[in-house]
């Protein structure tokens, strides 16, 4: 390794690679509990940086680690013995904003709240917004195709990724795709770095569409004695035509922890509470839809709706949703957050049963997520450090995912794979596509430098 | 009265220790987001989630013993309190900070500028090694003497802090505010060498013990004034007194126990302005003035004092306020603290040119801020971005406004 860290330092300047203990444990995890040093961190602040660094390790065979700023929830972006761990954060230029085609080049390691806040200067919208929008970079977003709660009306990451830049494995640079909105040469190879969590290129640039900013905005919230009210709910309020930017479910201890953690007042004593926003351009059509939802709730069992009444209500309300995840470590040490799917209909199903799995075992089971996508995201709250709780983890687990498969769902609607989900990996995918997919793989990275052990289970 | 006796009681000794405190974080880097260090370096080493890490990393015993370069990392770090404050899973990083950097100079891992610093302190009294009798050189260039100089009672006593002390750029706020004392017949004593350095960067840099004699020095010293009041225009100092003084010196509260009410300038500003005890003009008379104003972290997030300079703003005819990007309790640092400015100069020096770009980005011509380490950080930094933004204190806009509404009686 010593030689390869020399090469490093020769190409890129010292400045640019740490090999510091202290520097080490700072880029040894990500979202979750899991962590491991690397051997060396590499700053990169360009493509040729990334090239150079992709050279060096294909010619020693040494494995790279691609990094954002690792708020992933999944172990991706977690190093391995003896790798590089390369960081882009460095790489965060807005590079264009092209008024005309509503489109945005950034690189990498560009913020994603950052770049809302840019287009929005201009009069336009990047619509995916991760909780983790002011803690991820568009190169993370991409490559774990990560959604948020405005996907149920907008869509993920992915669909809004025109084109790419990438580092390839032997250290060539990819562009794909363009401005054109429509282009069918030859296979599309923007989607599959797309969600591939570093395992198949680098990314380091991205063209990306963008919307209008759609002007005006209701926010309403709606509290719920029963959690089977409130997921049925969801589906009502899609039945009455209406489709919300954002629907959100936050269960009773979800509540319980964020109020516990910002006081910011919210009712203790129902079972769920769902946060549901419309969005337009027509104010009117807007109000309406916001009316139509409140109607529907209290229809179908809302204790109370409250719209909220100004832009500081309605940043205190996401503050909260926003919060869920890191409010929870206020239970219990750990937490393992889950990201499963299922079809809407689904929805009061795969909560009750997530209950019971918490029940059995005897560890607390939080439920929220983004309801009107049915992505929902159950977090087990568990102390690794005691044994008799630890041993409990991956089964309850096991059993969340088989939920999911059994209600016709998958393992994961954002967060990606990782390494936290791959041994239910074939179960989901089945032989065929594993080895299509694995084939892949293969023929982009055949040294297996890119990532390795993470998305594809070793054979 | 207190005595010298009183029982100095340890900061640490009711609270978790700084492994304790980490267990909490979840990593989810939300603290990034707000880290005026990581958000120039770009480096995760210079994170709050990272010195989460780390602390924990000797505990679970992945790094040895720590060495300089661990040190460094919690050195590195402006303690502009942010990360505390946004952390929603409520980990107290200040805290965490506190305790570590107490632990490393214990164990003689105090970087050497700062070690210096707290070496001159203790032999000047004050931070940058001149007599300490020359506290009140800036009282020179004023139209008359102020009435607070060789005051030996009086209700208010003014604590003007090492910064407006010592380095004349900083002269004006002191002299802004004895001006507006003496025209309001304030009753205040400027306590002169019997000020010592308030002992806050002895703390930040985890040598707590040798602040308690600084701190038991002021006390004494203003209470033999028999002041009710003291009134500060360094944001740190407010903080340090009303945070870390009363556990220092174990009790409650200055005010319940000692009878000292702690005030900063800019609250003593809005409580005069409010009750009419200023002679301003109508708004109609003035021409407008568009301003942002810098909260100090001290004062505003660290301090909770966030209304009262923007009360000020709203008496002083023509002067409109617009708010920067972040502001209030989101204020960004303006690169002045955590005495970066003797261990890693570069790291504020990039801090304050994000600041003062994000001041510029508002359209004001000027920048008021409350606290004369910003005001000097801030000022250096528009000269080297070449910015064309004013920095003031509030004390000296509201003596303008005073000079203003004189002059036109005069007309």
Known sequence: ?459 | MMSNETSVKDVNETTMSADEETRHCVRCGLCLSVCPGYRESLNETDSPRARVALVQAITEGVLDAPNERYAGAFFRCLLCGACTFVCPSGVAVDRILELTRGDLAEQGLLPEALAELDARIAQYRNISAEENEGRLIWVDNLPAPPTGLGKEQAEVAYFVGCVSSFFPRSYQVPQALVQIFDRTGVDYALLGGSEWCCGYPMFINGEMDKARDLIRHNVEAVQAMGVKKIVFSCASCYHFWSHSYPTALGVNDLEDDLGIEVMHATEFLADLLEAGALPLQGDEDVREQVVTYHDPCDLGRKGGVIEAPRRVLAQLPGVRLVEMAENRDSSHCCGGGGNLESFAPEVGQAVAGSRIRQAAETGAKTLISACQQCERTLANAARAERIRVRVKDVAELVLDALDEAQSSEGD
């Open chain 1, 1 to 459: 390794m010593e030689k390869i860290i020399t090469q490093l330092q020769e190409t890129l300047g010292t400045e640019k690679v740490l090999t510091a203990p202290v520097d080490l444990v700072a880029y040894s995890f990500d979202g979750t509990f899991e962590q491991q040093l690397p051997d060396v961190v590499v700053l990169s602040e360009s493509t040729a940086d990334v090239v150079a660094v992709v050279e060096i390790a294909a010619r020693e065979g040494v494995p790279i680690v691609p990094r954002g700023m690792s708020s992933g929830l999944a172990g991706g972006s977690i190093p391995m013995p003896g790798s590089i761990v390369l960081s882009l954060t460095r790489m965060n230029h807005i590079l264009e904003i092209d008024e005309e085609n509503m489109t945005a080049t950034v690189e990498a390691g560009v913020i994603a709240v950052d770049l809302e806040a840019a287009a929005a200067k201009r009069g336009l919208f990047y619509p995916p917004d991760p909780s983790s929008n002011k803690q991820s970079t568009i190169g993370g977003n991409i490559a774990c195709n990560a959604g948020g709660p405005r996907c149920l009306k907008y869509g993920v990451t992915g669909d809004y990724v025109m084109g790419l830049k990438v580092v390839l494995a032997d250290g060539r640079v990819l562009e794909t795709g363009g401005k054109p909105i429509k282009n069918v040469v030859g296979y599309d190879l923007t989607s599959l770095f797309i969600g591939s969590e570093g395992t198949l290129g680098i990314i380091t640039e991205a063209l990306l569409r963008l919307l209008v900013q759609p002007g005006f905005v209701h926010t309403s919230r709606a509290e719920f004695l029963s959690l089977e009210d409130a997921s049925r709910t969801v589906n009502a309020i899609l039945r009455a035509g209406v489709v919300p930017a954002t629907l959100e479910l936050m269960d009773e201890t979800a509540i319980a922890c964020i109020e516990e953690a910002m006081q910011l007042g919210l009712p203790l004593d129902v079972e769920a509470m769902l946060i549901i926003e419309t969005d337009g351009s027509d104010e009117a059509a807007v109000e309406r839809e916001i009316e139509t939802v409140a109607r529907v709730c209290r229809e179908n069992g809302a204790r109370k709706v409250s719209v909220a009444q100004d832009e500081a209500e309605r940043a205190r309300l996401w503050r909260a949703r926003r919060s869920v995840s890191p409010s929870l470590a206020r239970r219990a040490p750990n937490k393992l957050g889950e990201d499963i799917t299922v079809p809407r209909s689904a929805i009061p199903e795969a909560i009750r049963r997530i209950k019971a799995i918490g029940t059995r075992y005897g560890l607390p089971i939080v439920v929220f997520g983004h309801a009107g996508d049915g992505n929902l995201h159950p977090n087990v709250l568990f102390d690794r450090r005691d044994p008799e709780q630890w041993a409990k983890v991956e089964p309850i687990v096991g059993e969340i995912f088989q939920t999911a498969l059994d209600l016709g769902g998958t393992l994961s609607g954002e967060h990606g794979v990782g390494v936290f989900k791959l041994p239910y990996v074939e179960h989901a995918l089945g032989a065929t596509s594993l080895d299509v997919q694995r084939r892949i793989k293969q023929a982009l990275d055949p040294l297996n430098i890119l990532n390795p052990g993470k998305v594809l289970p070793d054979m």
